[in-house]
């Protein structure tokens, strides 16, 4: 089983400034990485996929980067509905494994 | 714009199954090279995927699960199911179900809260 490991646990942040995300894989995923946002009470949201790719509808202030086994999500300014709860996922193999997240709380 | 909807009770007495279903909306289940998967969350807790199933039957599962979960689908009601035996307190969890595409998870329920309790 590839393990996820997502850093920090919480990220305290104020409006308007960068987030940077961090996803490490224990062995190599390529680029077969995803990332997911998840606000309380509510299922996760596909925000990336391919490691950088955005999926429909997500705005261009989200970036995702790295392959291999180090990734990132950026969030170039926070706005107040991008405080949530944010997971990675690999896909490399059929058994898909999620990070533990990381919470994204204003500071 | 494809939607799913978990249901089933939402409380299951120790050592019972638990049973779920997941009815896909606004497109075939059958359409399109898509697995169909369930996902659980504990509360306060991360992610866990519990398996899927391809509508030609073909399932995989989690291994660390996979002695107590069957997954199955039924194409002529566009829906999917989940059972999980021998259930525990430690299987108290929101479930989710989705659409897998190329092991991705691109569209969620809302998840509904299984409580396992006597």
């Known amino acids: 089983e590839i393990v996820m490991t997502q850093s920090p646990a919480t990220l305290s942040v104020s409006p308007g400034e960068r987030a940077t995300l961090s996803c490490r894989a224990s062995q190599s995923v390529s680029s077969n990485l995803a990332w997911y946002q998840q606000k309380p009470g509510q299922a996760p949201r596909l925000l990336i996929y391919g490691a950088s790719t955005r999926a429909t509808g997500i705005p261009a202030r989200f970036s995702g980067s790295g392959s291999g086994t180090e990734f990132t999500l950026t969030i170039s300014s926070l706005q107040s509905e991008d405080f949530a709860v944010y997971y990675c996922q690999q896909y490399n193999n059929w058994l898909g494994t999620f990070g533990q997240g990381t919470k994204v709380e204003i500071k | 714009q494809v939607q799913l909807q978990e249901s089933g009770p939402g409380l299951v007495k120790p050592s019972q199954t638990l049973s779920l279903t997941c009815t896909v909306s606004g497109g075939s289940i059958s359409s399109g090279s898509y697995y169909w998967s369930w996902i659980r969350q504990p509360a306060g807790k991360g992610l866990e995927w519990i398996g899927r199933?391809?509508?030609?039957?073909?399932?995989n599962y989690n291994p660390s699960l996979k002695s107590r979960v069957t997954i199955s689908v039924d194409t002529s009601k566009n829906q999917f199911s989940l059972k999980l035996s021998s259930v525990t307190a430690a299987d108290t969890a929101v479930y989710y179900c989705a659409r897998t595409m190329i092991g991705l998870f691109d569209y969620w329920g809302q998840g509904t809260l299984v409580t396992v309790s006597s």
């Open positions: 199933i391809y509508t030609s039957g073909s399932t």
